[in-house]
């Protein structure tokens, strides 16, 4: 088999679906105790899972009267993850626009020294109004300026991994040599948005560079990813869309000299399973049967750059008309422009909106049996969909559990998935290689090159 | 007895003499594996010490080429130390000059939530040229606006750990309704430095403000401490400027209205122990004769200011005046003070300066059996000295099982120490009641509300 199937877990509150918590299959688990999160890293490694990922938000959401979200800080969270597994990628999102370069980069190299070359970094330009309102209102610039600000965020905090040669520390008690100063150099980064003149103050980490993830799919966005991402999450509503979204950013890759096959895309699958594909659908029905509209009239509203939506009555249907124009939306704009052309394609009430959009925010949500969901997998990776799945339980642990226990052992008796995990880094499961050091080349052994 | 004595562990590289990791009782341990750190914390907490602590410098030591230091960052660190164990308190230094208030307090109260209310920042408000190089130049202010803008910073994260109420978070599924919005509250700072609109994005934790902990010991540094630490980690080479500091100290509290039982003062020591006072005593001989003179060259230079001492010969001996004013010295004023009235005083070498130096860095030093460390102990102690010890072992971990195999049962047997902790909290362990909230008050039972 040539290609290999990628999966992830993204761990979201107590599942995807906006009323999972009011489910009787939902935990009680307190979104603040770090051990729910354990559980789930480690129900996600027993499933041979490449990695888990925690989004992030730096305000309060407007939906929290109504939702169960929002808890630990994501890196903190990593740093525990990374000593109850052993195996499993752990990525989290982080803003390039709300954190210094030199504390972002370090932590991010702090973590993947902790959990031994198993950390990725989900790049995130942040635009929400009320981010910007709890750091100095400094950061609320146009779309297009948070790409250029984060092109160059991206070459200094790579600047910094890569201020140590990967043999910089020596630790020769008997000579007193501990660090080899011709081997650590001071990046000397003095660019439009950003000066930061020293090395960084921890040694090389497993992997060279975290694995960098992104989720933009703006024309600026996707040139970004094209440039910098190793992995790319995304969300589809149909197929046809995820293929010319690989394709996209395959062409672009290849256009600034990258190698294609290093840049994984992996769409959000937010799945029902049942015994049958008509109890997994009742799971569907009965989540959606436990919506409060305020929480997802919120979400829509904040999908479209925090538009009033409340003159719109449940049960009429929309026309594109009733939603503001994407092109006007600060934020996610892919994200408004597909919720659009939905509603021009289907018509839906709002009410019904509001369900479509309650599972999977946008993502491709489904239900089936376990054969069914693996039917989706198959066909999607084999026609160039996906290069594997941000898997998106609509209920956390519960819907996790169901496809550890019988939608991965499907896909691994297909040959699409790993019975055992066979590296021992994110880069490693997700076949990339290890960066060598801009400024000092590897100095690993060939046989360390390989990221295992 | 009315008086509890308090101990932390200053975790510091492989020990805090500069050539502890060249010792036979050295560790080869890697500063980069959590495991090491973890060793220490559980080592730590079987001798029922009070918390753990880790210092901390946003830049490459100018020292790192012949000394084994630096390695992970502290807050991902204090995270993976929260699940290797229970009781032990967590103390962390993070920079309020170089960390947004909003990622710092959610950071904070993360970590709360993960140890379970085991948590403590030390507040420093960094000064080093080379930190400011690191951040774009924009923190270099002169020593009074430092503390002025650290006073604003204070308001800020304790507003920002104080904006949900204690019982915000209802978290009822059959009504549907996640947090009480009312009780939860935008704390709207606009102020000279920082402006920062919303509540923070994490529900109150456990200890409700982390315990806050400082080092500054010039004016601006004691009146700050006076104002918002909880505990003082401080450096002195006799027992009688300890007496007049912890003095100063709690009239400073109660001058602005503080209880001076609730800030304690916990003076750097480091011990060298053995079966008799001369075995001890060789353990600093053969450290000194380890040490390269060249780190304790960049050590002194840094503690005034980064001055140029090359020209000093090593074997003359030093008068004051050979060393810079300490008026004129950026960062740590008292420090530099304390070294220059040890010259003054004692007019040594510039060697035997350094070796006095390479163990404690201006903390006190002492050698000694089990009964003699202990002794030195209950005299601080009893003499008003020191509400405890920041212990810093010169070689780690082996200096630090010394301590707790024969001077903490020497501690007990004298009444002095606890046998087992009978608290679960930082503040419990330290004996500071938890704070309400400034918005809310305190939203729990009476008997929650003692911090245990």
Known sequence: MSRTLHLNVFIHGRGHHEAAWRHPRGTTASLTD???????????????????????????????????????????????????????????????????????????????????????????????????????????????????????????????WDSWADDARVDDPASGIYVDLERVRPIEHDGHYYHVKGALNIPRSPQGRPVLVQAGSSEAG?????????????????????????????????????????????????????????????????????????????????????????????????????LPDPATVQGAQSRAELIRDLVARERPTLRALLHKLAGGRGHYITAGTPEQIADVVEDWFRDGAADGFNVMPPILPAVLEDFVEQVVPELQRRGLFRREYTARTLRGHYGLPRPESRFFGSSRTSEERVAV
Do not use: C, M
Not at 140 to 158: G, K, N, P, S, W
């Open 222 to 322: 996707r040139q970004f990813a094209a440039t910098y991402a190793e992995a790319v999450f995304t969300a589809h509503l149909e197929k046809a869309t995820a293929v010319q979204f690989r394709t996209d950013l395959r062409q672009r890759a290849k256009a600034v000299g990258r190698d294609p096959e290093r840049l994984l895309v992996l769409p959000g699958l937010s799945p029902a399973i049942g015994s049958t594909e008509a109890e997994a659908q009742r799971l569907w029905t009965e989540l959606n049967e436990l919506t409060v509209p305020e929480v997802g009239l919120a979400h829509l509203s904040a999908r479209f750059g925090g538009a009033d939506l409340s003159h719109l009555s449940l049960d009429e249907r929309l026309s594109p008309d009733d």
């Open 34 to 160: 770090i051990s729910y999160y354990e559980r789930i890293a480690v129900l996600a490694e027993q499933g041979k899972f490449d990695s888990v990922f925690f989004a992030d938000h730096l305000t309060v959401g407007k939906d929290i009267g109504h939702s169960a979200r929002g808890g630990l800080e994501p890196l903190t969270t990593l740093a525990a993850l990374a000593r109850a597994t052993e195996n499993i990628g752990l990525i989290a999102t982080a803003s390039s626009t709300y954190t210094e370069p030199y504390n972002l980069a370090r932590q991010f190299a702090s973590l993947d020294h902790i959990s031994n070359g198993r950390v990725g970094w989900n790049i995130v330009t942040s635009w929400l109004k009320g981010a910007a309102a709890n750091f100095g209102d400094t950061g609320q610039i146009d779309h297009d300026e948070r790409y250029r600000r984060a092109f160059e965020y991206l070459d200094v905090v790579t600047k910094l």
